[in-house]
C-alpha cells in the first residue's frame, strides 16, 4: 500500500487556494463589525497558528498566552500596525467595560 498524498498533484488541480480562504494562514474566520462608528476587521484566530507567541489584550491589560485561540481586530482602512489581539471575551464585552482599565500596584506597565 503507497501512503497518501498530501499535496496536489498539479498546480490546476481542484484542490483549494489561499484567495478561497477568507481566514488566510492564520484559521479561523474573518467579519466585519461596527464598533464606536467605524467599521472594524475581525478575524478570529486558531490556537495552532498563535504557537510561540504571546499578547496583551487591550480589553483586560493581560497577557494572551502562546497556543490560545483569540481575536484579531484592526478599523478596515488601517494598516497593520493598528492590529490588537483581544481574548474572545473581551471582544465581546468591549460594549460593557470602562474606557479605563484599572490595574493592581504591582501589575506590570506595558
Known amino acids: 500500500m503507497s501512503p497518501r498524498r ?3 498533484k498539479a ?3 481542484s484542490g483549494r487556494s489561499a484567495e478561497d480562504d477568507p481566514a488566510g ?3 479561523g474566520w474573518q467579519s466585519t463589525e461596527s464598533w464606536q462608528g467605524e467599521e472594524w476587521s475581525v ?3 486558531a490556537g495552532a497558528s498563535a504557537e510561540g507567541k504571546t ?3 487591550p480589553g483586560c491589560d493581560q497577557l494572551i498566552p502562546s497556543g490560545v485561540p483569540h481575536v484579531v481586530a ?3 482602512f488601517a494598516g497593520v500596525d493598528d492590529r490588537r489581539h483581544w481574548h474572545k471575551s473581551c ?3 468591549k460594549d460593557r467595560r470602562t474606557t ?3 490595574r493592581s500596584r504591582n501589575a506590570p506597565k506595558f
Do not use: L, T
Request: aromatic share 16%; with cysteine.
Open 100 to 102: 479605563r482599565v484599572q
Open 43 to 45: 478575524r478570529h484566530v
Open 55 to 57: 499578547y496583551r489584550c
Open 11 to 13: 498546480a490546476g488541480s
Open 6 to 8: 498530501n499535496r496536489p
Open 74 to 76: 484592526w478599523p478596515e
Open 91 to 93: 471582544w465581546n464585552a
Open 25 to 27: 494562514r492564520y484559521g
